[in-house]
């Protein structure tokens, strides 16, 4: 088991890489860069990780993890359709708002990950797809929905909060949690009978 201090390390250079990659790029950030930010040896990162590409996606599919762990726990909830929705727009948006380095990486560097990390990434990304959808049916069925086929729903509201990375500012008027509000105001009212 890592000893408290390494998990410590190992989180300030995930931490530090998340920002440099997004700010840089995958490929313009060099372990050096990295290095020189925490004050470490770039050997000495190997000791945390086996390559830089390791590191790209521990970010990813640990973000990745968390979030569908919490949007599975809602979807289990003894809720109705429309509060499950709700609870998962209201999560997502939140969580990626407040995460923006992440979110960058997992919407423009996931062609960097060798072809099995690219694979595990995208079976994660259609359990995302899998959950909302599967909400959205539930809607459907109880009558709760407009004509909308489900898909096209589903990848609006995610491209509504990932072209976020674009504009967002998290420090600026509108905080995380009132975007995400604001989130659920737009798609939700865009998309159910009154």
Request: with cysteine; net charge neutral.
């Amino acid at each position: 088991m890592a000893r408290p201090r390494n998990l410590e390390r190992a989180a300030q250079i995930k931490d530090t890489v998340s920002r440099l990659f997004a700010e840089k790029g995958y490929h313009a950030t060099s372990m050096r860069d990295v290095g020189n930010q925490i004050g470490m040896s770039k050997s000495s990162m190997y000791n945390y990780f086996k390559s830089k590409e390791d590191i790209l996606f521990h970010l990813m599919n640990d973000a990745m993890d968390e979030a569908l762990e919490t949007l599975k726990a809602i979807c289990r909830a003894d809720h109705t359709p429309e509060e499950k929705l709700n609870a998962v727009l209201d999560f997502y948006a939140c969580y990626y708002a407040g995460d923006q380095d992440r979110l960058t990486l997992l919407v423009n560097e996931l062609p960097s990950l060798s072809d099995e990390h690219q694979e595990i990434i995208k079976r994660k990304d259609r359990d995302y797809v899998k959950l909302i959808r599967s909400i959205l049916d539930d809607l459907t069925d109880a009558g709760r929905m407009r004509a909308i086929h489900p898909t096209v729903a589903t990848f609006a509201f995610f491209g509504m909060v990932h072209y976020t990375i674009k504009w967002y500012k998290k420090e600026g008027a509108v905080r995380p949690g009132e975007l995400a509000r604001l989130f659920v105001e737009i798609f939700t009212k865009g998309i159910l009978k009154p």
